[in-house]
T-cell receptor, first 115, second 115 residues
Framework: GESVGLHLPTLSVQEGDNSIINCAYSNSASDYFIWYKQESGKGPQFIIDIRSNMDKRQGQRVTVLLNKTVKHLSLQIAATQPGDSAVYFCAENRMFSGGYNKLIFGAGTRLAVHP | DSGVTQTPKHLITATGQRVTLRCSPRSGDLSVYWYQQSLDQGLQFLIQYYNGEERAKGNILERFSAQQFPDLHSELNLSSLELGDSALYFC??????????????FGDGTRLSIL
């Protein structure tokens, strides 16, 4: 079906620790992936993206890893802060018949950061 | 601030009624996407417009319709509303057609409550 799954629905971490949020995708032809952060009462906010010809991409305190062999995507957040508390979504860019692309979103993982 | 503006932020109405949600994309973005987010369904793609034309459809009900105007703003029309239509409705935009290196940027949504 049209879905990108997540291994952990809720992740609790201590402030200052590193966080890893995982995502499994189903379509090996998907060529582009995005991580979004959604805070309460707000829309999904773009964090970082990665093309399928890359294995790793780093941003500010965040790193996305792509393992195409097992169709797995992860988001690593370094030195997690209370402001990182949110729901995180992965999304894959998938082509459909008719020649158009759609972003397929995972169900989301809630990250709770404790002091 | 993503640059995508949605109005209104909240809508409360009754079953059987009709509402219109409005979206202004980021400056320069030609594509507009509509999503529905409810607790049990996650982010569900409804429809995409590109430069005034419908480009892709998701699981959009026949009671729902959308359009994109020459100034690129978009409206989502929901009619014969049912209790199950209560949800958050998000608009997103991107510079071109959905594809590689085309992250969608989201507005903060319209919360629709059907009484």
């Amino acid at each position: 079906g049209e879905s990108v799954g997540l291994h952990l629905p809720t992740l609790s971490v201590q402030e200052g620790d590193n966080s890893i949020i995982n995502c499994a995708y189903s379509n090996s032809a998907s060529d582009y992936f995005i991580w979004y952060k959604q805070e309460s009462g707000k829309g999904p906010q773009f964090i970082i993206d990665i093309r399928s010809n890359m294995d790793k991409r780093q941003g500010q305190r965040v790193t996305v890893l792509l393992n195409k062999t097992v169709k797995h995507l992860s988001l690593q957040i370094a030195a997690t802060q209370p402001g990182d508390s949110a729901v995180y979504f992965c999304a894959e860019n998938r082509m459909f018949s008719g020649g158009y692309n759609k972003l397929i979103f995972g169900a989301g993982t809630r990250l709770a950061v404790h002091p | 601030d993503s640059g995508v503006t949605q109005t209104p932020k909240h809508l409360i109405t009754a079953t059987g009624q009709r509402v219109t949600l409005r979206c202004s994309p980021r400056s320069g973005d030609l594509s507009v996407y509509w999503y529905q987010q409810s607790l049990d369904q996650g982010l569900q793609f409804l429809i995409q417009y590109y430069n005034g034309e419908e480009r892709a459809k998701g699981n959009i009900l026949e009671r729902f319709s959308a359009q994109q105007f020459p100034d690129l703003h978009s409206e989502l029309n929901l009619s014969s509303l049912e209790l199950g239509d209560s949800a958050l409705y998000f608009c997103a935009s991107s510079p071109g057609l959905q594809g590689i290196n085309q992250p969608q940027h989201f507005g903060d949504g319209t919360r629709l409550s059907i009484l």
